[in-house]
């Protein structure tokens, strides 16, 4: 795949044109009682929901305690994975990298004159210190970039650096894009591990100011190697919940989410020809995560009733106002183009079907009891189903589910977390059923990965991966360590073996494909970059006050 644009679904969004009055105070921040600006600097304001447990922390290659969409202002990576055109992007690199004749060294140059946001000179060793960081703590490395057949060693060379492997790894490329580079002076002896890192120092187009109840304050860097932001200062407004978020950018208050919005208001806010909505497909593959380990939903029955019982097409619809894709039985997305195998889409045999659950978990043995609910051997089929407090698509969304696993014969209880509770129940095993996204690097190998027994651990242990379902089958692990250093062709023959496992023993019942749905306003800012996600670093550096 490297060189080469993935192919992506091609979609259109019909937008409302009837024009709607709007006379919210445009420098009026979305969650300070409408304050303005007297600063005198140009602000544009970013709304987001982000809970006080998502602030703790502001070290990047830490998973939990943050809200990881702010790393992409303050911090780079080597490279940059752009969803809209599905490619890597060099940025700390000067230029894509190249590869040795036996495809087992993978050499980059580095971007001259990168300063971090303190003055120091960016070089080299903070590229070494970064990936030996993940080396040393393997809870940093969640993609196992340092996995098995992997990488080897970082050596630095002046202003090069070379990734040597153990064997072909042909995606490396695609997984550097998911590191953001740190400073080693800023981190100094620090355990990056636990590292909090409360004043980070980037190389990015924003600096740090500040954080408080109400926003987190991005200053510009006048020094950026890339071109230095046309606005003064990046504000990101905190609100509790996506609906004040939604109202907030249909009165002005707020210009854009990262993605953050209550759907059943799109066509609303949508009817005002100021505010648009950039759509793609990409790298979140929205599931209910099932524990395989835990009794009942360690019979592939139970799981296939859950996966026929979940009317995918009404979420898509219903709960997400059609601003998602379709998502694979399988797994794997259609940004991978033919990788994914078109048919699982629109199978029959995975497609909603209470009547078909219920032969299924009745041919597996099990029966109604008087309250409705399957069960065998004396033990009902009951689950704690665990959804994120204050969201509401994704509430209304689990309502829905629960109501057909009731339909079903599939007794839930809901249980409402934060969404860093939610990451810590999966990696720790301590659920049921769970209500959220998976996204891995850009890569399929890396998409499928996540279902290799090397990626999970007991339950108690966190997961080295993403395998939260903690899924083991021998013959995927196989096929998966076959693909990995494989020509394409072959490739794509083991990919499709393996999604149609994941459809038949059904480890995850998933919902839809998230990349973006971005809502942004273009009353107050012109030259949004639609070639990236309008939200994205690369975007905000280029826009400017009307």
């Known amino acids: 795949m490297r060189g080469k644009r993935i192919l992506l679904l091609l979609i259109s969004i019909a937008l409302l044109s009837f024009i709607v009055g709007c006379s919210a105070d445009q420098n009026a921040t979305g969650n300070n009682g409408g304050k303005k600006n007297s600063s005198g600097k140009v602000q544009f304001h970013l709304g987001e929901t982000i809970n006080p447990e998502q602030v703790s922390n502001f070290n990047p290659l830490l998973a939990t305690g943050n809200w990881s969409n702010l790393f992409d202002y303050i911090y780079d990576s080597l490279f940059y994975f752009n969803p809209v055109e599905g490619e890597l992007m060099p940025i700390l690199a000067a230029e894509m990298g190249t590869w040795s004749e036996d495809q087992k060294t993978y050499t980059i140059e580095l971007q ?140 002005g208050e707020v210009h854009a989410s990262t993605g953050t919005v209550a759907m059943p208001s799109i066509p609303k806010l949508l009817e005002n020809p100021v505010n648009k909505m950039q759509v793609y497909p990409g790298l979140t593959v929205f599931s209910v995560i099932m524990n395989n380990e835990k009794s009942g939903l360690n019979d592939p029955a139970v799981r296939k009733a859950i996966q026929l019982a979940i009317d995918r097409k009404s979420l898509i619809e219903k709960g997400e106002m059609n601003a998602v894709f379709p998502a694979n039985p399988g797994f794997l997305p259609k940004v991978f183009g033919d990788m994914a195998v078109d048919d699982l889409f629109d199978d029959p045999s995975y497609s909603y079907n209470t009547e078909e659950a219920k032969k299924v978990l009745e041919g597996a043995g099990y029966k109604l009891n008087s309250k409705g609910i399957y069960e065998k051997d004396g033990k009902e089929l009951s689950f704690v189903y665990n959804m994120a407090a204050n969201a509401p698509a994704q509430n209304k969304e689990g309502t829905m589910i629960t109501q057909w696993l009731e339909e079903a014969g599939i007794k839930t209880s809901v249980k409402l977390v934060t969404w860093p509770e939610l990451t810590k129940l999966a990696m720790a095993g301590d659920f049921d059923l769970l209500q959220n996204g998976l996204s891995f690097p850009p890569d399929p190998q890396a998409s499928l990965e996540v279902f290799h027994s090397k990626m999970t651990a007991p339950i108690g242990e966190n997961t080295s991966g993403l395998n939260y379902m903690r899924f083991k089958d021998s013959e995927v692990d196989q096929w998966l360590d076959e693909a990995f250093g494989a020509e394409p062709e072959v490739r794509k023959e083991l990919y499709a073996k393996i999604q149609q496992r994941i459809a038949e023993t059904a480890p995850i019942a998933v919902m839809y494909n998230v990349g973006g749905h971005i809502p942004y306003r273009t009353d107050e800012f012109t030259n949004f970059d639609e070639d990236v996600p309008v939200y994205s670093a690369l975007s905000l550096s280029k826009i400017e006050k009307k």
């Open 112 to 251: 001259d004159g990168v300063k971090w946001h303190d003055g120091e000179e960016f070089t080299a060793e903070d590229v070494l210190f970064t990936f030996n960081a993940l080396k040393e703590n393997k809870a940093l490395d969640r993609y196992q970039i340092w996995g098995e057949k992997r990488l080897q060693e970082v050596v630095v060379d002046g202003n090069k650096v070379n990734f040597n492997l153990d064997d072909k790894f042909p995606s490396l490329p695609y997984y550097l894009s998911t590191v953001y580079i740190v400073a080693k002076h800023a981190f100094g002896s620090e355990d990056p591990s636990t590292y909090l890192n409360k004043e980070p120092i980037g190389t990015g187009p924003f600096i740090f100011k500040g954080v408080n109840e109400s926003a987190i304050t991005l200053d510009r860097n006048a020094d950026y190697f890339n071109g230095a932001p046309k606005i003064d200062q990046l504000i990101i407004d905190r609100y509790n919940n996506s609906s004040t978020l939604t109202l907030a950018l249909e009165k």
